[in-house]
């Protein structure tokens, strides 16, 4: 009897991976379906303020591993397969040109992530994906259905479907948003400290009317994900302010709130200056409170209470990795399903990593499924 070659391929989550895998599958002649309880390519809109930032621009697969707290030694495998270079040459095919900025960052170069949207969606629908609006809600059903089934359901649902096939889930946490802190900060709300330091780890801070956001609490969030709350953070709010007596020394009959000013915004200085004579004029300050200005600016102390919520970008958490054969994103225990995109426990800093790990295990399972269905 003819074995019956494994063609028919339904996909659950029509988000960047999801739609990626299937661009792959049904360029090598697959029968796909798509399904999503939204419209597809929907959570890509947003995506680096509207703009996409779709990569990052560094081409040596391990180093570019290092950028995710959770995932690196799994896609190592993963990324010498599809990484950067695979990334760009894919969306060059679809007619999507990208530039880099200083950064490292790679954006479309129509800075429009509609354009992109609007573009892979053009690429699968020409293939013949057949799109189907409609939420899943058993895995089972779509194994009866299907040769294959793939899982693409993202940071926010779809765990309890893979818990109902045996599959273990990492307890999900938000990772790359802000956090809410216990000293009472809505005073500096909006300010910006550029320059920050937090254990080695550089970047901007913003204060906010629940405790901290920007780039360098981003990070801190994203490596802090699962860390017992509360615990206390330590924020060097000026390095480059190495030595304040010899600027006292420089300016002797400056306020101190206006020397200071010089370093951090007003509103920080007001801040801390609470406890002292803002108005004293340097050559009047004493060593003693010189050290203890100093230590307010080097060893700023919040307490983070959690994060904020609605503000996160990823998810932290999710399918257990060692549930999943790195080398084709099958789950070990069910033949034939698949997890891809940020529904695996995998989730990278700020700067295109997170859209380059949905592009990257969406490959590896494209071309797995095409093996198998040979
Ligand atoms: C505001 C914001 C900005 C971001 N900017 C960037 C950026 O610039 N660069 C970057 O690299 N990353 C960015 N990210 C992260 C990035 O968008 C995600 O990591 C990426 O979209 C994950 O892709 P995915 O395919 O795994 O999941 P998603 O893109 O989230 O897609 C999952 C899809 O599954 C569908 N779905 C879920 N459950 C079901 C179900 N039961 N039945 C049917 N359908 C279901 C959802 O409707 C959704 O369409 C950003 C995230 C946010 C929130």
Known sequence: ?????KNKIGITGAGASGC??????????????????????RTLIPTGGGRCNLAHAEYDFRELAKNYPRGEKFLYSVFSRFSTAETLEMFEKMGIKTYTQDDGRIFPESNSSKDVQEKILREIRNSGVKFIQKEITSVDNLMKEFDSVVIATGGHSGYELLKHAGVSIVEPHPALVGLNTKEDLKELSGTVVKGGNINGIKGDVLFTHFG????????ISSINAFKVMPYKLAIDLSPKLTDLQEKLNIYPHKEIKNLLGQYLPQKVVKY???????????????GKTRDLILDKIHNFIITVTGTNQGEETVTAGGVDLDEINSKTMEVKKVPNLYCIGELLNIDGFCGGFNLQNAWSTAFVCAESIIEQAK
């Open 20 to 41: 990626i895998c299937a661009y792959w599958l049904l360029k090598a002649g697959l029968d796909v379906t798509l399904f999503d309880k939204n419209l597809p390519l």
């Open 1 to 5: 009897m003819a074995q019956k070659s």
């Open 212 to 219: 901290v956001s920007g780039p360098l609490i981003y990070k």
């Open 272 to 286: 801390l200056l609470k406890d002292f004579d803002e108005t004293k004029e340097a050559c009047k300050i004493d």
